[in-house]
């Protein structure tokens, strides 16, 4: 039954892909003192990935007046033309600590929240069947 529920299935395989990226994030810190290691991250797993395609209708900004500021809601504003989104140290390693422990506190943060809602989730299903 609750292997039939996308919201379901989507927050475990939220929950395996935040242990993946600790392990993936762990080893970006334990090679910081390698020379020429760069850091490696998973890509982002989106709820989109776990559901069937849903035609939605596209939504845009519409200015009434020419004085409007036009919205693109495409560009998140940051200029990634130079590929290059770490300092490098002179040894070559590309690793910045700061940097990777804000990942791995957010990464934890992100985990714990799916548990607790999945846990939620699983308390309400419960109320529901009548078995509290």
Do not use: C
């Amino acid at each position: 039954m609750l292997n039939d529920m996308p919201l379901m299935s989507f927050i475990r395989e939220k929950m395996k892909w935040h242990q993946a990226r600790q392990s993936v994030l762990a080893s970006n810190v334990a090679n910081a003192d390698t020379v020429g290691y760069k850091p490696k991250d998973l890509t982002q797993l989106t709820f989109d990935q776990h559901l069937p395609k849903v035609t939605r209708p596209q939504k845009t900004m519409l200015t009434t007046h020419n004085k409007h500021i036009a919205v693109n809601f495409a560009s998140d504003g940051f200029d990634r033309s130079t590929g290059k989104d770490f300092e490098v140290t002179p040894s070559g390693n590309a690793v910045v600590l700061e940097d990777q422990m804000v990942k791995v506190a957010n990464n934890q943060f992100d985990y714990q929240m799916a548990s607790t809602v999945y846990s939620r989730s699983l308390g309400l299903i419960k109320i529901a069947l009548g078995r509290s």
